[in-house]
């Protein structure tokens, strides 16, 4: 293959299959890369071929791995996952806002779909745990055996070590006699001779091996037929050191196909799943060791990062009830964003369940810009309110601000007493989805929707009128407070954002990380958070004009369309901007005051086409049109600041090691 071969996008096995059989008559180096667009849930394999030094190295790899290739890798199954982005498409429901979310992306991308920061996922193309891993687990359990005379320190290590024996050598045992100074176990086949014996010596609490009979007397047909003492605990502990990935995408069917070829032990699905629960639990911790260190991960956190946030609060009990976490570099990024904060909640999937709250904004870039973060029992009242007065810290109730949520009553009470200044919205998108389902008809929920984002009163109402006609019933969304839903009354600005999509995106990020542990779950955030502005910052700050590139690129579309209309000055202020001759397009700039009777200009504090057009007339620079919010400098303040990880190797406070705080109380879901 020629040096300069361009990617080849493959879209099915067939083809891989068919790449991967070049091998054979070209010398290449092959390179797969996987990636997630977040934007359809779909994957795309890339791949590159190079030849020269490498080819051949490589090559040999790929034939090594083909033949050892067991349909697993990394702990993972090869079967494609398919999440349905199942959000009405079909009758007409959309959740997307204005496209000011994707500039910047591929037109084949869904132009109104929150922009994620940009991150591949990359598999390797090799089996369940290196070659390297496999020699070394064969050294291991080679050297496990039992000899008269071992001295164990607890009952608790001669166990886990007879049961590694049994793993090792494909057998089971029943325990014969088990006391406080011996225990003796012999292999489960009725008649067969292999025997342990051990037991302490004086007043040690040490055991030592008195007796082993290692040779097997029965037939290996039936030994092998049972396999009681592989248990959860020792196969999580050898697949976490040896065999694969315990991450929280890895499925518990992967390990249980993992483990049954490694050591030839049938695995059904729960013992699978308790296995890779023992796995993860090694590697990430126990969910009660991440409440107990809580206190000292808040400390260290804010140590690490000045003017960071945190909350928490436990019980007369010492049990934990919730807390909050905003980032230094967040709290002093927030004053270089529009004033319109999303809130939303997500479940979490641990042993102690609970609910992840967030608030986020929106960049001058259309990015998702995370203000603060917290963990709480449920969504009910008294944690929304808990979670809006530490939210008070940060941002200060004060009228301008807009807060948008999905229509949830917890959070309008805490609003109206904690916020009682900021301007409420709610979720056009399940408003949406609740007129699908009481009425059924897709002209009035298009009307709905349209009449959701228009500008102008006077469009409002004629729409609304066509409603009234077409479904009577629906005239109770006057009832349902127009203030809250509709763009044309909010009581303050809301720029672009009618929906909780860049929340639902945000929820989507964090997926992976709701059955962690809840220090492991900040950790994961902080990581995260870390990645986000290390990769936004060097993205702002080469940009070469005053407007952020999203901006730039909004606007060169209304220049474009701006050219085909007619001029007409007014006065010194006023300018008259139509479509050809038609009256009914006719709009009326004001300049000065950032004004056009559409009423977009000042909705969304861009230019819109017709301020365009008059500024082009009056030689007015279109810049100074904008919002300071959409300058390149703002981006660059936003994430002027980094997010730093704790730093253990600094001693904690006493004080912070013996703060309680242990798990709440076990509660189902509400």
């Known amino acids: ?54 080819a051949e190295a490589e090559a040999s790899i790929i034939e090594s791995r083909d033949e050892n290739y067991s349909g697993s890798y990394d702990g993972c199954s090869l079967e494609k996952e398919q999440e349905e982005n199942k959000n009405d498409c079909s009758n007409g429901a959309s959740s997307k806002d ?34 390297g891993n496999l020699e070394v687990l064969s050294l291991e359990m080679s050297s496990i055996d039992i000899a008269v005379g071992q001295r164990y320190d607890s009952k608790d290590d001669l166990e886990r070590r007879l049961k590694l024996l049994t793993v090792r050598y494909k057998f089971d045992f029943d325990v014969e006699t088990s006391t406080l100074t011996s225990y003796v176990v012999k292999c489960w086949v009725d008649g067969c001779l292999w025997r342990v014996r051990v037991s302490t010596l004086g007043e040690s609490k040490a055991f030592f091996v008195r007796i082993y009979d290692s040779k097997h007397t029965c037939s290996c047909t039936e030994r092998y037929n049972r396999s009681r003492q592989a248990t959860p605990d020792i196969l999580g502990m050898l697949y976490k050191n040896f065999l694969g990935d315990v991450g929280p995408a890895v499925p518990p069917t992967s390990v249980g196909i993992a483990i049954t070829k490694q050591f030839g032990i049938k695995m059904d ?15 990430e911790g126990t969910p009660e060791c991440g409440f107990e260190s809580l206190p000292s991960y808040l400390y260290m956190i804010r140590r690490a990062n000045p003017s960071t946030v945190t909350r928490l609060q436990i019980d007369e009990l010492g049990r934990f009830m919730y807390v909050f976490l905003a980032f230094g570099a967040s709290v ?5 964003m529009p004033k319109v904060v999303v809130v939303d909640g997500t479940f979490l999937n641990g042993k102690y369940k609970g609910t992840l709250l967030t608030a986020l904004a929106q960049d001058s870039n259309f990015q998702i810009f995370p203000i603060a973060f917290a ?77 959701a984002r228009c500008f102008r009163m006077s469009d409002f109402t004629a729409i609304f009128e066509e409603i009234e006609a077409i479904h009577p019933a629906l005239h109770h969304l006057q009832r349902a407070d127009v203030r809250l839903w509709t763009r044309v009354h909010f009581p303050s600005e809301r720029y672009n954002l009618m929906t909780t999509n860049i929340e639902e995106s945000m929820n989507r990020a964090l997926s992976h990380a709701r059955g962690l542990n809840i220090v492991r779950i900040l950790e994961w955030i902080r990581v995260m958070m870390t990645r986000w502005f290390a990769e936004w910052r060097e993205d702002a700050r080469p940009q070469p004009t005053t407007l952020t590139r999203g901006v730039e690129k909004l606007l060169y579309g209304h220049v474009t369309a701006a050219r085909e209309l007619t001029v007409q000055r007014i006065d010194d202020h006023h300018t008259e901007v139509k479509y050809g001759s038609s009256r009914e397009s006719l709009n009326v ?82």
């Open 375 to 451: 963990v709480v029992d449920t969504k009910n009242d008294d944690s929304w309110h808990w979670f809006f007065t530490q939210l008070t810290l940060l941002i200060p109730d004060e009228e301008g601000l807009a807060i948008i949520s999905d229509k949830h009553n917890s959070i309008g009470k805490a609003i109206r007493n904690v916020y009682p200044l900021a301007a409420r919205g709610i979720c056009t998108y399940h408003l949406y989805k609740n007129i699908l389902g009481w009425y059924k008809g897709k002209e009035a929920f298009h009307l709905v929707k349209k009449v």
């Open 589 to 670: 700039v004001n300049l000065v005051e950032r004004k056009c009777i559409y009423r977009r200009f000042e909705r969304e504090k861009l230019p819109c086409v017709h301020a365009i057009a008059a500024a082009e007339y009056n030689n007015v620079c279109r810049i100074s049109l904008c919002s300071p919010y959409y300058n390149s400098e703002y981006l660059v303040s936003a994430y002027a600041e980094s997010i730093m990880p704790a730093d253990e190797a600094q001693p904690i406070p006493e004080i912070m090691v013996d703060q309680p705080c242990l798990p709440p109380y076990i509660r189902q879901q509400q």
């Open 98 to 131: 204005d496209n000011f979310s994707s500039y910047g992306e591929s037109p084949t991308d869904d132009e109104d779909s929150p922009t994620l920061p940009p991150k591949k996922r990359y598999q390797n193309f090799s089996m369940s745990g290196s070659k």
């Open 1 to 54: 293959m020629a040096h300069d071969t361009p990617p080849v996008y493959v879209s099915n096995t067939q083809q891989l299959q068919g790449f991967l059989s070049l091998k054979k008559v070209e010398k290449l180096r092959l390179c797969v890369e996987i990636t997630e667009n977040r934007a359809s849930e779909k994957s795309k394999t890339f791949l590159s071929f190079s030849s020269e030094a490498e």
């Open 332 to 336: 002093n990024g927030f004053p270089f």
């Open 269 to 283: 699905y729960w013992k699978s799943h308790r296995m890779l629960k023992f796995a993860r639990e090694i590697d």
